[in-house]
Each structure stands twice: as structure tokens, then as C-alpha cells.
């Protein structure tokens, strides 16, 4: 794919579902009882191979243009899978699924694509473990493959030495089946789509600062689920709007969830033009239209309790910062390193090879602002949000960057390249 810098970028974008709450829709769908209304569900392949697995252990989902639905059996309902269960490259599908596959009256074994077989599961086997969860790495890695012997729950309280949505959420959704209560408390707060969505279904959850904790055997009731468009796919755009000369770009329908939304608290920091319009909020997430315009941007600091909420969206925060005038430092984000690829090395690879200023840390980048950068060619790594990053970059840039394995964002968001198009003719 090549990219050529760009003299303006106007009109509006829909933002494809939030591939967090797409996830978490099908999942308490089918642990539901009735039928699950899903509207703009992310046909990405990272939502469609959690589809896929339900559908293996016995659940009726029904995929039409504009509206899924899932036809739910309570949460007793799911059946043995005749196959291994395949993620691809899913690491909330397969996080996640240990939570609900740990309790189960039937043995399961999970494995996903040669960069799931590389992501650390000790982070959920852990905490499983500790509530007497049957879980193996079959490879002695703690990695996947997992074979997972479903046994008998116990509640526990869980002092999560990380701040991950991930590991919160696989907790909560086995203490779903525990004998008691069960609680998770993290250093900071991590995003907290399974808490709204696990209310939403009828759990009964109390939540406190940072511990959140969850009744075991609710009765989940089916529910009509409006997914909001994804923050995280909107950053591409919200930055495109920012950093190329004449621009001005209406994004619909966005996820503005507080303990998602810190990207957009950075941009407010830099000195970015957006603004809110018709805010709303639906199966008790928030959104709001934004409307974004040119703007000259500063450095500042990323850092702290802040980076959970934008731990997706640093890489397009990276290339914002190297187009802002002075220095941007992040820290605290030694999670980049385990994500589809070492976000932390391949930033500053493909920042570097453009003309920027950057230093790579062991928990995140300095990136000293204001060069002017020149396309090149862009490794991947075959990584999603590396990809659509560094497609922006290459509108600000001088020249064309050429953006390889460029299909990788039909993980996230299949239209990306199309949407950039229709708002730059």
C-alpha cells in the first residue's frame, strides 16, 4: 500500500465497532438466556474468531449485515467443542475464554497464530490457578497452546500486579461460576467494558477505586447491545485530522468511555481542536460525535495512570508526537512490548527510518518533535496498528511511505484504507 502526503482531508467517517465490547457482546450473549440483539458489531477477525468459537461449543449466531444475533442458553448452556478452539490472533478472545472455559463441565484446549503462541498467559493463569483452575501451557512456556480440564471454582480476591482489562475481565467471567464472591483489584484502573456490559446482562456487580467485585450464578437475561464506534480506530482519523495542513474531519458515533478515552485527553494536552458533539450513551456506554481540525501540537508527557486508558493508541500517539513541536515523553508502557509486536522497537525502527528523532526506553520512546519527515518503506510486522499509524504518518510526509503486509488492519478495521480515501478526494 502506498501513501502519498496529502494537501487536506474533509468530510465524515463512521467508525467501525469497538472491538472490546463487539468481544464482550457475543461472549454474555451466549451465556445469556434469549436472544442478543448486536448492533455495528466489528466484523474484524479478531471479533469473528470469537464467533467462531462459540459457535464450536453449541451457540446459534446469526451474522447479517448490520445486526448480529446470538441465540443464548444461559450460563450453563455451552457444549464441548469437537476441535481445538483457534483465537488467530486474538489475545482478548483468548484471554477471556480461560475465565469462562476454567469452570466448565468439559475439557477444551485453546491456540491461536504464531504471534498468539509468543503472548504471556501466566497473567491469566495466575489468577485461575489460584481459584482452581485446571489450566496447562502445553508447549511448558506459558504460552499457548492451553488445555484447560474444567474443575470447580473457589472465590478469591485478586491483587492484579497489572492494570489489564484482559486479566480483570477473565477473572470477573470465572467468578461468574465460583462458590462465593470474587474480586479483582488493580494498581490503576483498567478499562471497564466488562463491568458496564456484565450489568447490562444482570450480573451483580460492586465496584470500589480500583476492586471491582462480582456475585457468582447471576441469571444473565438476553439484551439489545448498540456497539459504539471504537476510540481506537478512531485515533487514526482523529490524528489525520490533526496533523494534515487544511483538515477537518467529523467522526461519528465515538466510544469516549473515561477509562478508554485518555488519547483524547493527551491530544487536549498538545493543544488539539476537537470538538464534542451529540453526546449520548447506550447500553451505558458514552459517545459523542468529534469533530477534529488542523492543529500546530506540542510535546508533553504520557505516563502513569493515564496509559491503560491508551495503551492501544500509543503508536498513533508516537507519530503525533514526532510531527508536534518539542519533546514527547512516554512511560510506564512496558505493555507495547507484548502486544501483535514489540510496539516499543517497531515505532522507533519506522519513526527513525522516516527522519525522526526518537530513543527507545525499557518502559516506552523520548521522541523530540518538529523534523520533517519523508516516507519510506514501513515494516509491520504484520501488526494492525502499525500499519494504520504509519499510514497517517505517510499523509504528513514528504513523499510516499509504503506501508507492507498493509492488509494486517482487516484484524481491527477491513475498511481503513477505503475511509482514508473517501476523505481525501
Do not use: W
Not at 480483570?168 to 484502573?189: I, N, Q
Not at 476537537?274 to 469533530?291: C, F, R, V, W
Amino acid at each position: 500500500m502506498n501513501i502519498q502526503k496529502s494537501n487536506g482531508l474533509h468530510g465524515e467517517v463512521n467508525i467501525p465497532g469497538d472491538k472490546s465490547i463487539s468481544h464482550r457482546s457475543i461472549m454474555l450473549g451466549a451465556l445469556a438466556k434469549g436472544a442478543t440483539k448486536i448492533t455495528n458489531f466489528l466484523q474484524g477477525a479478531d471479533c469473528l474468531a470469537t464467533m467462531d468459537c462459540f459457535r464450536r461449543m453449541g451457540i446459534e449466531i446469526e451474522n447479517t449485515p448490520g445486526e448480529v444475533l446470538v441465540r443464548g442458553k444461559g450460563l450453563h448452556g455451552l457444549t464441548a467443542p469437537q476441535d481445538i478452539l483457534n483465537v488467530g490472533n486474538s489475545g482478548t478472545t483468548i484471554r477471556l475464554l480461560c475465565g469462562l472455559l476454567a469452570p466448565q463441565a468439559f475439557s477444551s484446549t485453546l491456540t491461536g497464530d504464531a504471534s498468539i503462541q509468543k503472548r504471556p498467559m501466566k497473567r491469566v493463569m495466575d489468577p485461575l490457578t489460584q481459584m482452581n483452575a485446571n489450566i496447562q501451557s502445553q508447549k511448558g512456556d506459558n504460552c499457548a497452546p492451553l488445555l484447560i480440564h474444567g474443575t470447580f471454582l473457589k472465590g478469591i480476591h485478586y491483587q492484579s500486579p497489572v492494570a489489564s482489562a484482559q486479566v480483570k475481565s477473565c477473572v470477573l467471567f470465572a467468578g461468574m461460576y465460583a462458590d462465593g464472591p470474587t474480586t479483582v483489584t488493580e494498581p490503576v484502573l483498567s478499562r471497564n467494558h466488562s463491568e458496564l456490559m456484565l450489568t447490562h446482562f444482570g450480573a451483580k456487580l460492586s465496584c470500589q477505586e480500583t476492586s471491582v467485585t462480582i456475585e457468582p450464578e447471576p441469571a444473565l437475561m438476553a439484551q439489545e447491545v448498540l456497539v459504539p464506534g471504537d476510540i481506537s480506530s478512531a485515533a487514526y482519523f482523529i490524528a489525520a485530522g490533526l496533523l494534515v495542513p487544511h483538515s477537518q474531519i467529523l467522526i461519528k458515533n465515538v466510544g469516549v468511555n473515561p477509562t478508554r478515552s485518555g488519547m483524547l485527553k493527551v491530544c487536549h494536552a498538545m493543544g488539539a481542536d476537537i470538538q464534542y458533539l451529540n453526546e449520548q450513551k447506550d447500553s451505558g456506554e458514552p459517545t459523542a460525535d468529534l469533530l477534529v481540525s488542523s492543529s500546530s501540537l506540542k510535546g508533553t508527557v504520557i505516563e502513569g495512570e493515564i496509559i491503560p486508558t491508551l495503551i492501544d493508541e500509543l503508536p498513533m500517539l508516537a507519530v503525533m508526537a514526532a510531527f508536534a513541536e518539542g519533546e514527547t515523553i512516554i512511560r510506564n508502557a512496558e505493555e507495547l512490548k507484548v502486544k501483535e509486536s514489540d510496539r516499543i522497537a517497531v515505532m522507533t525502527e519506522n519513526l527513525s527510518a522516516m527522519g525522526a528523532d526518537v530513543t527507545a526506553t525499557s518502559d516506552g520512546m523520548i521522541i523530540r518533535g518538529g523534523a520533517a519527515l519523508t516516507g519510506t518503506r514501513i515494516h509491520t510486522y504484520k501488526d494492525h496498528r502499525i500499519a494504520m499509524s504509519f499510514a497517517i504518518a505517510g499523509l504528513a510526509a514528504d513523499g510516499v511511505t509504503v506501508i507492507e503486509d498493509a492488509d494486517c488492519v482487516n484484524i481491527s478495521y477491513p475498511g481503513f484504507y477505503e475511509d482514508l480515501q473517501r476523505l481525501s478526494l
